[in-house]
């Protein structure tokens, strides 16, 4: 078994938290930092904290954003009517930046997963309800996953809309069953959107 000093076990076992980063690449990471871009990793070290320390969620949206601005909840937006769902972020900014879209956003951060301990409350969706009771909310845009729990959040949104009069609709399925949004293509996002069908 590999022995490390302690430090260097702690950097790299904290660069292994990382997505998609495994013991090999975190060695890999620990090593050039430390042999090769000491400064590199200070100003990672820093940005990380500045990060941390400044960047919360929208109150509104569930979005990362800076001192109580955020870019997806002004004004302009709002006047669409149109609220989009989505898991994640990552799924935020894909659309963000493949499709025509400039309404409104709320981020799940996550999907509804029993198994997982993840519920109505732990999505936000008591949020959600009261938005779309006031009124401001013309058409619900579901773009969940195309996954079973995706799928089955999905039936959750729609039935929460329904129950308050508001439109909803769903993304259409040029988005292959199984996949994952941030990882679509912009051409074949920009289509799904665009072809959404009523729920």
Sequence with gaps: MTQYSPRLAKLIDALRRLPGV?????????????????????????????????????????????DARCLYCTAKRAETGQVCVVETPADL???????????????????????????PEELGLDRLGRALADGSVKELIVATNPTVEGEATAYYLAEMAKARGVKVTRIAHGVPMGGELEYVDGGTLSHALSGRQPV
């Design 22 to 66: 495994g013991p090999k690449s975190a060695q890999r990471m620990a090593f050039h930092m430390l042999d090769r871009d000491r400064e590199g990793a200070k100003f990672l070290g820093e940005t990380i904290g500045e990060a941390l320390a400044g960047i919360a969620r929208c109150p509104t949206c569930r979005m990362f954003c800076e």
């Design 93 to 119: 900014m894909a659309i963000e930046n493949s499709t025509p879209y400039r309404g409104r956003y709320f981020v799940l951060m996550g999907r509804l997963s029993p198994i997982e301990g993840v519920g």
